[in-house]
């Protein structure tokens, strides 16, 4: 079955960066895209970025562009996502989900929540 | 401020039909069949429900069906249950990127 595993919470500093890992298993790595979603407490969904597994350059939001950097790992089948410059404003619970092929998310990992203070 | 509209709450007794909107522009749920649905529960991850505007994954109940229209989609639940309180949530392709609506907590009375 498919399975996404995702790093532990964080706590960071304002200013500070943040690196997220996916671990993938259940299905073949490379033959579907993944995203980065991110969901700050009561709030809906923010889609972040998408990345092919098989290769090619990622792409961000817009708003995210410059801070976001989304990459991944074929050998450990691991997606990972890179936030910088946090503000309290990036306090979230940040998922990967996979593209199901249709535009749409079809798994979703358990979520990992970033804490941005001072 | 999320960029598809839906309704903050709905409600329904057991056995009962509610309808959740979500209404966009002509630049993303109007302009692509690719409107899909999120069954989210406290502290869980988002539950695929529905894609490609009325299509169900294997496994989601036949209580859960999509419609559109023009710029607006919907999430109708028939039968309601208990378990089925919870947030939900839609999103549509842009063509370039991905939205969602800011959600609705589905309250089963």
């Known amino acids: 079955q498919v399975q996404l595993v995702q790093s532990g919470a964080e706590v960071k500093r304002p200013g500070a960066s943040v690196k997220v890992s996916c671990k993938a298993s259940?299905?073949?790595?490379?033959?579907?895209?993944m995203h980065w979603v991110r969901q700050a407490p009561g709030q809906g969904p923010e889609w972040m970025g998408i990345?092919?597994?098989?290769?090619?350059?990622?792409t961000y939001e817009q708003k995210l562009q410059g801070r976001v950097t989304v990459t991944r790992d074929t050998s450990t089948s691991t997606v990972y996502m890179e936030l910088s410059s946090l503000t309290s404003e990036d306090t979230a619970v940040y998922y990967c989900?996979?593209?199901?092929?249709?535009?749409?998310?079809?798994?979703w990992g358990q979520g990992t929540l970033v804490i941005v203070s001072s | 401020q999320s960029a598809l509209t839906q309704p903050a709450s709905v409600s329904g007794s057991p056995g009962q039909s509610i309808t959740i909107s979500c209404t966009g522009t002509?630049?993303?749920?109007?302009?692509?069949?690719?409107v899909s649905w999120y069954q989210q529960h406290p502290g869980k991850a988002p539950k695929f429900m529905i894609f490609d505007v009325s299509n169900r994954p294997s496994g989601v109940s036949n209580r859960f069906s999509g419609s559109k229209s023009g710029n607006t989609a919907s999430l109708t639940i028939s039968g309601l249950q208990a378990e089925d309180e919870a947030f939900y949530y839609c999103s549509s392709y842009t063509g370039y990127n991905w939205v969602f609506g800011g959600g609705t907590k589905l309250t089963v009375l």
């Open positions: 002509s630049s993303d749920v109007g302009g692509y069949n690719y």
């Open positions: 259940g299905y073949t790595f490379t033959s579907q895209n």
């Open positions: 989900a996979r593209d199901s092929g249709r535009h749409s998310f079809d798994h």
């Open positions: 990345i092919n597994p098989s290769g090619g350059s990622p």
